[in-house]
């Protein structure tokens, strides 16, 4: 016991390196998968012998590229020795150990059983993988299984959108595309849909990295509102790239867009410290949906349809101030912030 | 089960392997007392090999340690200190050193006479009123044995404590504060009163050097860069915890913490000659037979603490009185007593999690774990005296402090309590210093569990129930010098419907979810997930030291689902995909959008934001169990009681391995030191 820290974890990690989960848990006692979305197990059957044979069912019917991967191998036999004891090792389609798993005793609710929970590989489609039992006091042939990997996602970010837009006029958003397995992602399409699932626009990210990420490629888009406030769904749909080798998944993201009346009054925040009466510079100004933050002097404007609005103004350290109540002309709103402070030592512990 | 270096494989460092060898024991242990206690014990103790006497061995060098170390060698007997760490002070070194005590203490009496101290380092009023201070014995011990009190979280915190070890520690608590001025500990003005420390009078001073040229106990004295001052970014070897301005207490360049307390009781225990032997875990308690007769010595083994990357042991800061012993195995006698010393249970997910399951989730450390490595507070005393036939006491206490266990706001690192950066020579376990976010910080992000769904209104997460103690924040109806002890108001139906304060927020992160798996459905870690705006909002600065990208516990990607995979490859308790994230995210700004969070009804405390903005940041929310409150049944003279009711003849025990006792922090350990250590050399050698 001469080592700080979890034991077998390995820092610094390599992100896409496949090794750094080939170690998994192994658990002894197997209950029915709590995972909702995960799909039936299936099992492949192995050509028909006498004797003990391992039989591997693997969990879901596609997973995920470097998603996770649970594979169960159990022993099937007319007869066991009581005390079989083991261990199943899980090989991949280029020979590589995946990991090793024990097989469970004749008492679990699953007995002679082992079960590997492992990451799974990135290609899309089906690997054929082998388990073999490692036991003295038991022989098996060594079992081949299949391996199915789902089609690479796709990550559609959207940003910079107003949160509250006028009708009728014109705003600006952008969309990001991006294979989360490291597919150059450069041209790729998307296409723009209103909430009756008509396109307003089909668009193509452009060839350079939205700053501060290494490879989210973007389009810069300006969009008409819709000509009636109110709030609309859309959707972008990420399609497929053509002549990609790797099969990739649509992926559909939706978005809300307030589409707000003209404004007709304004509203000024004066954000103060409770205490001392100074401005809160940088304190964030929400009446939704319109939000700004306040400037050097403690100050904030907003234009507004005259209209009931929950005003919140929010700054580290202070408690959040929150004010309720109907705006039908121009006004004026004092936000005295209370500082939440630090727990002293006396009030959490010495 | 074998783990083989699997994820959340902390558990086997200092839990499984542990437990199991107490299994085995413990089962042969029940044939020979089956035997009718007449067979022989394994080894007959005549025949044992020792390796080193001593008149009296403690066991842990901490606050209930060291203070019974020196209270013995004081009565001019030999004392060797065992400690598991590469250095002494367990979590009194990185503690805030609120010392609790009272009783009509000497500080007591000091700040009520308006007078400073002999040295004239106070230059500030006393901060309590003379009344606040007015203090005795029996109200402290009618303090802490008051049924009638009732916490925020409709816990009650005094009336299970166990009344005889009350009353000897409200009577140990004025010669405890003196003992410890004359081992040069310092102490600040009284301010209030710690938790679990009653709740009429104030109580608890902190504790203080002041700045200066050189670092020097004896002159009260220390270095800005020892402080841990000089650098905002810096700690020291001397100070594993940055110390804290004291000005308000003390005066003008004074600073405080456990620093002020531990090093000087560790420089008075070295200078007055006791022995410490470092990177030595005690294991076992040697009795005379299995469940019958004197406690005679301990087993401990050498597990030094090794720097990760050089391989070089870790050092302590001072040297003298060490003992350089690295054989495996060893065995001490103990001609008079062995002192429990050891710590609690908190860095033990197994043991904790007879009090709560979901705590058996070793991704969540104890408080200090870098610091403490990986045998502190290891339950190690509570095994190895119920190996022996020890009795418990106070074993729900653990329920009834209301903050035991809590969320942190400090992100972006394991070790979530402290704030060591670094410089110490423990920075290196836990990697990054974490980013402190304030309460009013959860309001810029969503939390999510290891699916990555969110569980909770994020803005009530890091809400804290007040603790019960003067001058009583919500825990009696009365507050300061108008509580009323033992008074039935105090917990009457009525006063606790106004006074609850507890969203079960901490609950629900640890609930069981999508990805729980049998048989211990750990609920996984949790990750406050944000977007470039909320940087840009909040100006948090993602660096080092206060996150780093190698350890595990801070992660930035392109997309949402970038981040899913990385924290799934990257932090070594993240069992499965966070499936469910890129949906959360999408549903969530869909909320931000409509204004309306129909789950958690978040727009009712806070603002809500979209997560939009690439790139996007994931930082670890930690849960944390901070100490102990169950543990060893112990008598007034903190000798350790068997399941009979009787003394253990040798075996004293204090601190957080003792139960019966709902006072959190140091006062406990420092007067159960105090004691054990007055009655251990005592003992017939």
């Known amino acids: ?39 039936e197990a299936h099992e492949i059957e192995p050509e028909e012998r006498s004797g003990p044979r391992l039989v591997v069912t693997v969990s879901p019917d596609a997973a995920e590229p470097f998603g996770e991967v649970i594979l169960t191998a159990s022993i099937e036999a007319d007869e066991l020795p009581e005390d079989t004891k083991g261990e199943v090792v899980f090989l991949d389609d280029q020979g590589n150990e995946r990991g090793r798993a024990a097989l469970t005793d004749r008492l679990d609710p699953q007995p002679f059983t082992a079960r590997l929970e492992c990451m799974a590989p ?17 022989e098996c042939d060594e079992v081949s299984f299949t391996v199915t990997i789902a089609p690479h996602p796709i990550s559609v970010t959207i940003w910079d959108m107003p949160p509250a837009i006028e009708q009728g006029r014109s705003f600006p958003m952008k969309v990001g595309l991006r294979c989360p397995c490291g597919c150059n992602a450069q041209g790729w399409t998307f296409r723009l849909l209103d909430s009756d699932g008509s396109e307003i626009l089909a668009g193509q990210v452009g060839d350079e990295p939205w700053p501060g990420t290494a490879s989210l490629y973007y389009a810069c888009l300006d969009v008409a ?10 959707t972008v749909v990420a399609e497929p790239p053509e002549g990609s080798d790797v099969p990739h998944a649509e992926r559909r993201l939706s978005i809300v867009l307030n589409v707000m009346r003209q404004p007709e009054v304004s509203l000024r925040i004066r954000a103060r410290d409770a205490k001392t009466g100074e401005p809160v510079a940088g304190a964030k100004v929400v009446a939704h949906p319109y939000r700004t933050r306040t400037g050097e002097d403690g100050e904030a404007l907003l234009h507004l349809p005259k209209g009931t609005y929950t005003v919140f103004v929010s700054r580290s350290p202070y408690f959040a101030f929150k004010s309720q109540g109907e705006i039908s002309e121009d006004m004026t709103l004092t936000a005295e912030l209370h500082e939440d402070r630090a727990l002293t030592d006396a009030e959490l512990w010495a | 089960m074998t783990t083989k270096g699997s994820k959340g494989s902390v558990e086997t460092s200092n839990g499984l392997n542990r437990r199991d060898f107490f299994k085995a024991s413990a089962a042969a242990g029940v044939s020979a007392a089956a035997l009718g206690g007449a067979a022989a014990a394994a080894e007959s103790t005549d025949e044992i090999k020792w390796d080193y006497e001593y008149d009296v061995v403690v066991c842990g060098g901490g606050c209930a340690g060291l203070t019974a170390a020196i209270r013995a060698r004081d009565a001019g007997v030999s004392v060797l200190i065992v400690d598991q760490n590469f250095d002494l002070g367990g979590r009194m070194l990185h503690s805030g050193s609120y010392l609790s005590l009272g009783g009509g203490d000497p500080i007591q009496k000091r700040d009520m006479a308006g007078e400073s101290d002999p040295e004239g380092f106070i230059t500030v009023p006393p901060v309590e009123s003379p009344e606040e201070l007015d203090d005795n014995i029996e109200l402290l011990f009618t303090d802490v044995t008051d049924w009638s009190i009732v916490d925020g979280k409709a816990q009650s915190p005094y009336r299970y404590n166990e009344r005889e070890m009350m009353r000897a520690w409200a009577e140990n608590c004025p010669p405890t504060r003196q003992f410890l001025m004359d081992n040069y500990v310092r102490f600040t003005r009284v301010s209030g009163t710690h938790g679990g420390g009653g709740l009429s009078r104030a109580r608890a001073p902190y504790c203080f050097l002041m700045l ?24 020291s070897p001397f100070a594993p915890v940055q110390m804290e301005d004291a000005t308000q207490f003390v005066g003008p360049n004074a600073v405080r913490n456990g620093v002020a307390l531990a090093r000087p009781l560790e420089f008075s225990a070295r200078e007055k000659g006791v022995h410490i032997m470092l990177h030595r875990a005690f294991v076992d308690l040697i009795r005379e037979k299995p469940f019958e007769g004197r406690v005679i010595g301990i087993r401990a083994e050498y597990r030094p603490r090794v720097h990760p990357k050089t391989g070089e042991r870790l050092e302590s800061f001072w040297q003298n009185g060490n003992i350089d012993e690295r054989r495996p195995s060893i065995r001490i006698r103990a001609r008079k007593a062995v002192i429990l010393a050891s710590g609690g249970h908190a860095g033990n997910p197994q043991v904790r999690s007879m009090f709560y399951p979901a705590m058996r989730e070793p991704a969540f450390p104890t408080s200090g774990f870098a610091l403490q490595g990986p045998g502190g507070q290891d339950a190690s005393a509570l095994i190895a005296a119920l190996k022996i036939g020890a009795n418990l006491a106070g074993m729900q206490q653990n329920l009834s402090y209301p903050t035991t266990y809590h969320i942190s706001t400090t992100l972006g690192t394991r070790d979530a309590y402290t704030n060591m950066m670094p410089g110490h020579p423990t920075f290196v376990f836990r990697g990054s210093a974490g980013i402190n976010v304030g309460n009013a910080g959860f309001e810029e992000f969503i939390a999510v569990n290891q699916v990555g769904k969110r569980f909770f209104n994020e803005v009530r997460l890091p809400k ?17 010098l108008d509580h009323k ?29 999508e990805g729980s798996r049998a048989p211990n459905y750990y609920s996984g870690p949790l990750w406050a997930i944000f977007d470039q705006d909320a940087v840009e909002r909040t100006g948090w600065e993602l660096r080092f030291p206060y996150v780093s990208e190698e350890n595990g516990y801070f992660f930035k ?40 969070d129909p789950e958690f009804e978040r727009e009712k405390d806070a603002p809500m934001y979209a997560i939009a903005k690439p790139p996007f940041y994931a930082l670890s929310i930690m849960v944390i169990w901070h100490d102990s409150y169950g543990g060893l049944r112990c008598n ?29 922090g140091l006062g406990k350990g420092h007067v159960q030191g105090f004691i054990a250590g007055t009655y251990a050399a005592k003992e017939q050698a």
């Open chain 1, 1 to 39: 016991m001469s080592v700080d820290g979890p034991a077998g974890f390995r820092w610094p990690f390599v992100f896409w390196e496949v090794g750094m989960r080939e170690e998994t848990e192994v658990i002894a006692h197997v209950e029915p998968d709590l995972l909702a979305a995960r799909d």
């Open chain 1, 122 to 138: 990135e290609r899309p489609g089906k690997h054929v993988w082998t388990a073999r039992l490692e036991s003295e006091d038991l």
């Open chain 1, 225 to 234: 509102a819709p000509d009636t406030a109110g709030s609309h769904r859309w």
């Open chain 2, 212 to 235: 200066g040229d050189k670092t020097d106990i004896k002159a009260g004295t220390i270095t800005p860069e020892d402080a841990g001052v000089a650098d905002p970014e810096r700690t």
């Open chain 2, 464 to 480: 804290r129930p007040a603790a019960n103690r003067y001058p009583g924040d919500g825990a009696a109806p009365g507050k300061g």
């Open chain 2, 485 to 513: 002890p033992l008074d039935w108001r105090n917990c009457s139906a009525e006063w606790i419907r106004k006074s609850y304060n507890y969203d079960h927020g901490l609950d629900a992160a640890l609930a069981i979810n």
């Open chain 2, 557 to 596: 990607a392109d997309s949402i689902e970038d981040l899913a995979a990385k924290i799934y490859a990257g932090h070594p308790f993240q069992r499965v995909p966070l499936s469910y994230l890129a949906q959360t995210v999408e549903t969530w700004n869909r909320y931000v959008a409509e204004g309306a």
């Open chain 2, 636 to 664: 007034g003279r903190q000798q350790v009681i068997d399941m009979q009711g009787q003394p253990i003849p040798g075996l004293y025990a204090g601190g957080e391995c003792v139960g019966g006792f709902n006072k959190h």
